[in-house]
């Protein structure tokens, strides 16, 4: 059968529209594919950028810890720098204050060494009635039963006494009736360059640290300050221990200098010794209406044999001298 071209022509007119549309449906879909492929590479980077910045955080603070245990240790080493710095500290401290409040005592120092001018020294290792560690009665009172007294040079170095605080802690001995008063005899001690002991002695020595005590010729307080030495005390009060004892410790620092440093003729011009002295001076009061205006003539053997070795030189028991020259006073 023969088939005419013009009926060729329409069948394949028709094929071609029928193949022309599968292929825009097929490229429109890879065009929306396309669009979506073409995205997911910008997700894909985007993700992985921040991914990577994540990461990098991540490693920073690993590396901000791993530096900062550093300093944790040098902290740690320097904290212990300043303990042992701290410590070493208090323990200057307190030993300075050890060695400024109770002074150990020399050991080696038993007795007193002196070039004398005035015979045996009579120095012993133990208080008797008339002996003690510093001298005998009869060369502390060198001259006063013959020219007049003549002091031996002594100075405060050459002296042998014991520590006030050793004596007050023992519990026993002859300061107990010092302890109220014991901050004062320490800290114009130090300021005048006397030792404490001594400024106590005289306390118990004068007024049996009484702050009370008012004697026969109005000498007043813990010290016995004679009424011209009183002026400026507080309220008029003379008698104020602190200072009854600052204006006693003054008196005592300056009759010393002016004694030359010698500290027996200042300890008897303190009591009204006298270079020259005779024991008839001494004693003349005694017949006069002022019998206690007398000057005690174991005064030099009580202070320094009796007082600064803690012993009471004014125990019935064991009485330190040899003339108890104001027991007439009593009668």
């Given at each position: 059968?023969?088939?005419?071209?013009?009926?060729?022509?329409?069948?394949?007119?028709?094929?071609a529209?029928?193949?022309?549309?599968?292929?825009?449906?097929?490229?429109?879909?890879?065009?929306?594919?396309?669009?979506?492929?073409?995205?997911?590479?910008?997700?894909?980077t985007?993700?992985?950028?921040?991914?990577?910045?994540?990461?990098?955080?991540?490693?920073?603070?690993?590396?901000?810890?791993?530096?900062?245990?550093?300093?944790?240790?040098?902290?740690t080493?320097?904290?212990?720098?300043?303990?042992?710095i701290?410590?070493?500290?208090?323990?200057?401290?307190?030993?300075?204050?050890?060695?400024?409040v109770?002074?150990?005592?020399?050991?080696?120092?038993?007795?007193?060494?002196?070039?004398?001018?005035?015979?045996?020294?009579?120095?012993t290792?133990?208080?008797?009635?008339?002996?003690?560690?510093?001298?005998?009665?009869?060369?502390?009172?060198?001259?006063?039963?013959?020219?007049?007294?003549?002091?031996?040079?002594?100075?405060?170095?050459?002296?042998?006494?014991?520590?006030?605080?050793?004596?007050?802690?023992?519990?026993?001995g002859?300061?107990?009736?010092?302890?109220?008063?014991?901050?004062?005899?320490?800290?114009?001690?130090?300021?005048?360059?006397?030792?404490?002991?001594?400024?106590?002695?005289?306390?118990?020595?004068?007024?049996?640290?009484?702050?009370?005590?008012?004697?026969?010729?109005?000498?007043?307080?813990?010290?016995?300050?004679?009424?011209?030495?009183?002026?400026?005390?507080?309220?008029?009060?003379?008698?104020?221990?602190?200072?009854?004892?600052?204006?006693?410790a003054?008196?005592?620092?300056?009759?010393?200098k002016?004694?030359?440093?010698?500290?027996?003729?200042?300890?008897?011009?303190?009591?009204?010794?006298?270079?020259?002295?005779?024991?008839?001076?001494?004693?003349?009061?005694?017949?006069?209406s002022?019998c206690?205006?007398?000057?005690?003539?174991?005064?030099?053997?009580?202070?320094?044999?009796?007082?600064?070795q803690?012993?009471?030189?004014?125990?019935?028991?064991?009485?330190?001298?040899?003339?108890?020259?104001?027991?007439?006073?009593?009668?």
């Amino acid at each position: 059968m023969r088939i005419s071209p013009t009926i060729l022509v329409i069948l394949a007119s028709v094929l071609a529209v029928s193949a022309s549309k599968p292929h825009d449906s097929h490229a429109l879909n890879s065009r929306r594919h396309s669009k979506i492929f073409v995205r997911s590479p910008t997700l894909s980077t985007i993700n992985t950028t921040d991914t990577k910045r994540k990461r990098c955080k991540a490693r920073h603070p690993v590396s901000k810890t791993t530096s900062s245990a550093k300093p944790k240790v040098t902290t740690t080493k320097a904290v212990a720098t300043t303990k042992a710095i701290t410590t070493t500290k208090a323990i200057t401290t307190n030993n300075a204050f050890k060695a400024v409040v109770t002074p150990k005592p020399d050991p080696a120092k038993a007795l007193i060494n002196v070039d004398s001018s005035c015979g045996n020294v009579g120095a012993t290792k133990q208080t008797t009635r008339t002996t003690g560690p510093n001298g005998s009665i009869d060369w502390l009172n060198c001259g006063l039963n013959g020219g007049g007294w003549n002091p031996p040079y002594v100075q405060i170095d050459d002296l042998v006494f014991v520590d006030l605080s050793a004596a007050i802690n023992s519990g026993k001995g002859a300061f107990l009736p010092c302890k109220a008063f014991v901050q004062y005899f320490y800290k114009y001690g130090q300021k005048y360059n006397i030792p404490p002991i001594m400024l106590a002695a005289f306390a118990m020595q004068e007024s049996s640290c009484n702050s009370e005590t008012v004697g026969g010729a109005g000498e007043q307080g813990l010290m016995q300050l004679t009424k011209d030495k009183c002026v400026g005390a507080p309220g008029g009060n003379c008698r104020d221990p602190n200072f009854n004892v600052e204006t006693g410790a003054k008196y005592f620092a300056a009759t010393v200098k002016s004694n030359g440093g010698n500290v027996l003729a200042a300890v008897g011009t303190y009591n009204g010794w006298f270079k020259g002295m005779t024991y008839a001076k001494a004693t003349a009061a005694a017949r006069t209406s002022c019998c206690r205006c007398q000057q005690n003539c174991d005064y030099l053997h009580q202070f320094f044999n009796g007082w600064l070795q803690n012993v009471d030189a004014y125990a019935n028991t064991f009485r330190l001298g040899k003339y108890f020259n104001l027991d007439v006073c009593n009668y």
